[in-house]
């Protein structure tokens, strides 16, 4: 039995050691979670893991025992939207949304991490969150613009 | 999922996770992001060791020692907190452009996997990194040295003996792995160059400063290359020549 | 105007920011099979014998279907209008393989677990064929790939491996070289290139409680899955319902019947639910991809440098089998032969089979294959003659008010539509993209050290659609708190075509685009559509969308009138106005109009075809840095500047170009598809298939000049393809300024510019 926090509430796996977090997580309707790929490089799996963005569809279960995970689903209640969202929505920054989930949560990660991020601290967190529809451009617009509100979560 | 696994152990020492890894099914678990992505179906037990090792990272002048648990992260994070403007730093996030597995990818599972187009391989080949391996009884051995065997706990390197350090890499993109890899280092009154990349091995050579010359590249690189193969990515002749023009790119800024 | 034009946010945009489940597998789990196909090994050969015994012994293993339960029907998993003009090759299981991918048989079971376990247990015995990997080596091969097909629908000659065909001459082309002063030719390959959309092909059906077959599936094109499905099973298409949800992306990879007819062939044989994905891995080697060809152009001009003759000449692998084998020909051919006006034309053109993964549609659509012949071609010619390229394709263009007679020659399958321009902003987007690029500055800059900088540029063309066969068709009807329902089939596939519609559609009605409720691509709640291809969608859905509005507009005013009384009245600010000062809102209208007085529903449906397809234009301009030690080549910054008429949504519009951008430079730089001496795909992921990831990108600035296009809505042209059809020629020239090194072979690899470059005669 391996015992987490997901978004804050106290969860509970008793699964089979070879379930990933991100077949976890699907299973259990956290649908913002998606598969890519096989090898995590695609980003569209992101969750932050203690604040830290990491792939769920890397993670066996037990290794998140005691941890914090948190998925976009945490971000906002009801109606309300997080800043980071709405300035995505803003500037134009999402096309298809496969990859958004996952471009927040990296995002959000590094408000969280440094002060006054710049473009390319930005860049360097998305590299691990791939996107064919927007080629970037206003992703990292929306990014820079929330970054410097200077508001993390 | 991976079908195949049956279970997940925590051994409390070393000494038996040695033992557990003896069976054909079983292997060592270290971060994970290799194993899972690849999935191979012929392990059914995964040896966990991270309660074992630790996975911090203690730099100064005088040594830098990362746990075998460490992440790539971490070392990164650290480095940058010591010397922002480190060149390397780039070249060795390129090993890994994705954060999220950098923050998932130790450095134990990273030495594990050995792969020759590696930036942080070549990175510690460049330093002569010292393992300390345990087998059944815990040894030092350098990376140039090591012949796989045991479970790696820490690795070790002195950036006083090294003056200077150097990596240049080739690739399509630098998101992209790259095709050709050159770390040097200068010590005392020599030079010592690791190549890697697509390639089966990493592979090094030494060479007096003075007598560093564009022949001697050339000539290293026609050796090197024989572990390299032709693909979409270029000719053997190609690849020779980017190799050589790497260690000349490599040598002159050190 | 107050919508259009101007800056609007997504309809969608609130729900995928928030992770919504909105995509096909967001939905709880229904105890669904889980289906996989088991693919061929071999790239051609016959299956002798399958034994499923092993596998179906399984315990949890329900199905297993392959060619022995079908009697073949053959069809194109092209997703295209009927009669659909790719040829019809294909069943949905052949018993030959003609690639490694092809499909041998799908299992269906109770978890993906047991289902791979059982893939691996069914035992098949082939007869291997010989193969034919190289287009060049197709026609006239002794190997037949498609026997015994001669005759068979769009299929231009099974024996000889040609999948389809066009040849076509407006004058005299050889008479027109005779006459010329000065004759060029060049010939440029473009190689297989993946759409890699992150979302890979997803299919879930299952039976509803009136037992009609729901498909919710990743789709462009919901009303031809429709009909290819009841045409294949072999039921109405009254049993059938098509879902497209929010889909993760789909740049042509997705106008396909890819797996949708097989996933319904387990539900109907089971009376279960079925779901299949494909992992990457598939989506490498068993989808679709661009078509490969080798373009030869040759131009003969006088000396004033007017074209006088233009000669193209095309050879496209299609692998193993032909969706869209002659219509992206077609493109090739009518969208570059429309861009410069020469009195002689001629369009020879051979679509052929091989073993390796059939090609399908990706955005462009053989617009960028010939774009990087012709924009590279001109470039040549410009060098050769010493003169400025920019001016020498400026003289060249076909101009507004002139026809273009290629086009009525070439449609997409059949004759075309006659085209007359009426709107051309080709000149202002070369002008501001050559400021924006720095052009006269870096083009004539001394080239010199390691590393050489260097500019090129390209023009291009698409259309808006395909005139005289695409359609839309709409249905809009009112709310009493004055908002309106806008049930459309056109399909959003993250191109954010909802937006753009309901904001033609919110223009029209004078009302914020909120009060829109969108409905799209559902086959039993909104009408036909042909789906999203060929830059279709707000074209030419749009004037259908806006001419559903202008009649609810109409009968508001009209109820209006007769609520108020009254035979003079005037639509303001959402009220009925009458000129003698009464007034009545929309909600009261609508409130009224259902529940007290001259009941009725406010509602309105449209269609539109159109018969014209006004090309949009674009210049885009590139930056680039050699290192002549390596050959490889870094891309500083691309400029693209594109003429569409008026932009419905500048944000979305810029951001159609902006990814367009990156998937061109793949192509031409860094995507390569590799198979080895078997035919078998060897880089099936994205460690070993690179693709611009962010910190990867350089530079880029897209932009839009307006000009006015008469016939589409507010004005509007295409902009989804355009920005994808540039980059290549304009790299190519761009590498050919930094160090003088011309490649015509995409992609271009940093060996083949370092060859080059140690040919070159020593300055």
């Not at chain 3, 879902?243 to 019947?257: D, Y």
């Not at chain 3, 060809?293 to 000396?303: A, D, R």
């Not at chain 3, 995507?671 to 795909?681: S, T």
């Not at chain 3, 020629?729 to 271009?748: D, F, H, M, Q, T």
Request: glycine share 8%; net charge negative.
């Amino acid at each position: 039995m391996i015992q987490f926090q997901l978004n804050g509430k106290q969860v509970s796996a008793n699964v089979r050691p070879g379930t990933t977090l991100l077949d976890f997580l699907r299973d259990k309707g956290y649908f913002s979670v998606k598969y890519g790929s096989d090898k995590g490089e695609t980003g569209a799996d992101t969750i932050l893991v203690d604040g830290n963005m990491m792939n769920a569809s890397l993670m066996l279960i037990h290794t998140v025992s005691g941890k914090n995970i948190e998925t976009v689903e945490s971000f906002a209640h009801g109606q309300d939207v997080h800043p980071l969202q709405d300035s995505f929505i803003e500037e134009g920054a999402i096309q298809c949304g496969y990859c958004t989930p996952g471009m927040v949560l990296a995002i959000e990660s590094l408000a969280r991490e440094k002060d006054n991020p710049n473009e390319s601290d930005v860049k360097d967190v998305l590299a691990g969150v791939y996107c064919r529809c927007t080629g970037y451009v206003k992703p990292v617009k929306a990014a820079m613009n929330y970054l410097a509100t200077g508001e993390p979560k | 999922m991976w079908y195949s696994i049956k279970t997940v152990e925590k051994p409390s020492t070393l000494k038996e996770a040695v033992v557990s890894l003896k069976n054909i099914d079983t292997t060592l678990f270290s971060g994970g992001s290799y194993l899972v992505a690849d999935k191979n179906p012929n392990i059914q037990s995964l040896i966990d060791i991270n309660d074992l090792v630790g996975d911090g990272v203690i730099a100064s002048i005088d040594g830098v020692h990362i746990d075998a648990g460490a992440t790539l992260q971490t070392f990164l994070d650290i480095v940058y907190s010591i010397n922002p403007e480190c060149r390397l730093l780039k070249g060795i996030k390129l090993s890994c452009p994705s954060k999220q597995i950098r923050n998932q990818r130790t450095f134990g599972g990273e030495i594990g996997k050995g792969r020759p187009n590696s930036e942080v391989m070549l990175f510690l080949h460049a330093v002569n990194a010292d393992l300390t391996v345990f087998t059944d009884t815990e040894r030092s051995v350098s990376i140039r040295d090591w012949d796989g065997s045991g479970i790696v706990t820490k690795i070790s390197y002195f950036p006083k003996r090294i003056s200077g350090i150097e990596l240049e890499r080739f690739s399509l993109l630098e998101s992209a792995p790259a095709i050709v890899i050159v770390s040097g280092v200068k010590r005392k009154n020599q030079f010592e160059f690791s190549v890697g990349g697509t390639t089966n091995k990493i592979q090094s050579f030494t060479c007096l400063i003075e007598d560093w010359s564009a022949e001697i590249s050339k000539e290293f690189a026609g050796n090197a290359v024989k572990e390299f193969s032709a693909d979409h990515l270029g000719s053997l002749d190609y690849k020779e020549n980017l190799i050589a023009t790497a260690v000349n790119r490599v040598g002159d800024a050190l | 105007m107050k919508i259009v034009g101007k800056k609007t946010r997504r309809v969608d945009g609130l729900s995928l920011a928030k992770g919504k489940a909105v995509f096909a597998d967001d939905m709880p789990k229904k105890d669904y099979l889980y289906a996989k196909i088991l693919h061929s090994p071999i790239a051609h050969g016959k299956i002798v014998s399958i034994d499923k015994s092993k596998a179906l012994a399984l315990d949890g293993i329900e199905i297993i279907l392959t060619h022995e339960d079908f009697t073949p029907h053959y069809f194109t998993t092209a997703g295209q209008g009927y009669p659909e003009p790719s040829p019809r090759d294909t069943s949905m299981f052949n018993k030959t393989m003609r690639f490694v991918g092809d499909r041998v048989a799908v299992v269906a079971g109770e978890s993906l677990e047991v289902v791979e376990e059982a893939l691996a247990l069914i035992n098949v015995e082939y007869e291997e064929l010989p193969t034919i990997f190289d287009m060049g080596d197709s026609i006239d091969n002794d190997t037949v790939i498609h026997p015994g097909k001669d005759g068979f629908s769009f299929l231009h000659d099974a024996s000889r491996n040609i999948a389809a065909n066009i040849s076509e001459e407006l004058g005299d082309v050889q008479k027109g070289f005779n006459d010329s002063d000065y004759v060029f030719e060049g010939t440029y390959f473009t190689p297989y290139a993946q759409q890699c959309s992150i979302e890979p092909h997803i299919t879930l059906t299952w039976l509803d409680e009136n037992d009609r077959l729901i498909i919710r599936t990743a789709t462009q094109v919901p009303y031809h899955v429709r009909r290819v499905v009841a045409e294949i099973l072999d039921i109405p298409v009254r049993k059938i319902r098509v879902i497209k949800p929010r889909i993760g992306g789909g740049f042509g990879g997705k106008q396909e019947i890819l797996n949708e007819e097989v996933c319904s062939a387990v539900t109907l044989n089971t009376g279960k639910p079925c779901r299949l994905e494909y992992t990457r891995e598939e989506e490498f080697y068993a989808a679709r991809s661009r078509h490969p060809q080798k373009v030869t152009y040759k131009i003969g001009l006088n000396k004033d440098l007017m074209m006088q003759s233009i000669d193209m000449e095309i050879l496209q692998n299609c692998g193993g089998y032909g969706p869209h084998a002659l219509t992206v020909m077609s493109v090739s051919a009518s969208k570059t032969l429309a861009l410069y006006r020469a009195p002689n034309v001629r369009i020879q053109a051979n679509a052929v089979y091989t073993n390796l993964p059939p090609a399908g549609a990706y955005r462009g659509y053989g617009a960028p294959q010939g774009y990087f012949a012709l924009e590279s071609l001109m470039d040549e010619i410009a060098e050769q003659l010493n003169v400025d390229p920019i001016e020498l394709r400026k003289k060249n263009y076909f101009r507004e008010g002139e026809d273009v007679p290629i086009a009525k020659v070439l449609g997409e399958g059949r004759e075309g539509f006659p085209v007359i321009l009426q709107s051309n902003g080709i000149d202002a987007c070369i002008d501001r993209g050559r400021e924006l690029i720095d052009w006269d500055t870096l083009k004539n800059e001394k080239k010199s050290g390691i590393f050489r900088r260097g500019v090129g540029m390209a023009t291009v063309a698409q259309a808006s659609g395909i005139a005289g066969i695409d359609m839309g068709s709409v249905f809009i009807k009112m709310n009493e708190d004055g908002s309106f329902n806008l049930n459309m089939g056109a399909t959003d596939l993250g191109t954010g075509s909802d937006t753009a519609l309901a904001q033609i559609a919110a223009e029209v009605l004078d009302v914020p685009v909120d009060k829109m409720i969108v409905i799209s691509s559902d086959t039993d709640t909104t009408p036909f559509d042909t789906g999203a291809y060929a830059s279709s969608t707000t074209y030419v859905t749009g004037a259908a969308v806006k001419k559903a509005a202008e009649d609810v507009l109409s009968q508001i005013l009209e109820q209006g009138k007769k609520l108020l009384e009254v035979d003079e009245a005037t639509i303001e600010n959402n009220q009925v106005v009458s000129t003698d000062g009464q007034s009545i809102s929309y909600q009261d209208i609508c409130t009224k109009s259902f529940y007290t007085d001259h009941q009725t529903q406010i509602q309105a449906v449209a269609s539109k075809v159109s018969y014209d397809s006004p090309p949009p234009y674009n210049a885009t301009f590139a930056d680039v840095i050699v290192d002549t030690e390596t050959g490889f080549v870094k891309v500083n910054k691309i400029v693209s500047i594109t003429d569409s008429g008026q932009i419905i949504n500048p944000q979305m519009s810029e951001g159609q170009a902006e990814g367009a951008i990156p998937q061109s430079l793949g192509m031409t730089l860094t995507e390569h598809m590799i198979f080895d001496d078997k035919g078998r795909p060897i880089n099936t992921d994205f460690e070993n298939y690179h693709i611009y990831t962010s910190i990867d990108m350089p530079e880029i600035i897209a932009e839009f000049v307006h000009t006015d296009e008469p016939t589409g809505p507010y004005g509007a042209k295409a902009v989804a393809e355009i920005p994808i059809n540039g980059p290549a020629p304009a790299v190519a020239n761009a590498i050919y300024n930094a160090c003088g090194v011309r490649i015509r072979e995409c992609p271009i690899t940093p060996e083949k510019v370092l060859n080059g470059i140690n040919q070159l005669p020593i300055k």
